[in-house]
Nanobody
Framework: QVKLVESGGGLVQPGGSLRLSCAAA????????MGWYRQAPGKQRELVAT???????NYPDSVKGRFTISRDNAKNTVYLQMNSLKPEDTAVYLC???????????WGPGTQVTVSS
């Protein structure tokens, strides 16, 4: 039903910024929340940020104060503004959309973010 496509990843130096976009195609009426996850080689996928249909946001301590999730409902797009990037932020960032109880649940293919000097 829903296809998610991420964009905006790339190579940045420590302290730099990136803005990721996730465009959703298809009907998203049943989506309760959208969010960003990341996965680095050898590490488990972890939550980066979520935003609900009501606008509530959630961030883990690792990114709080540096990352901001937002949405543009007219464009069916969710964004992740990443500032003060650190090498440990390097990962594949994946967009997620899900229902309130985890069904439906959609994932994008991911976009690579590399923070290195």
């Amino acid at each position: 039903q829903v296809k998610l496509v991420e964009s905006g990843g790339g190579l940045v130096q420590p302290g730099g910024s990136l803005r990721l976009s996730c465009a959703a195609a298809g009907t998203i009426f049943s989506i309760y929340a959208m969010g960003w996850y990341r996965q680095a080689p050898g590490k488990q996928r972890e939550l980066v940020a979520t935003i609900t249909s009501g606008g509530s946001t959630n961030y883990p301590d690792s990114v709080k104060g540096r990352f901001t999730i937002s949405r543009d409902n007219a464009k069916n797009t969710v964004y992740l503004q990443m500032n003060s990037l650190k090498p440990e932020d390097t990962a594949v960032y994946l967009c997620n959309a899900r229902g309130r109880f985890g069904d439906p649940n959609y994932w994008g293919p991911g976009t690579q973010v590399t923070v290195s000097s």
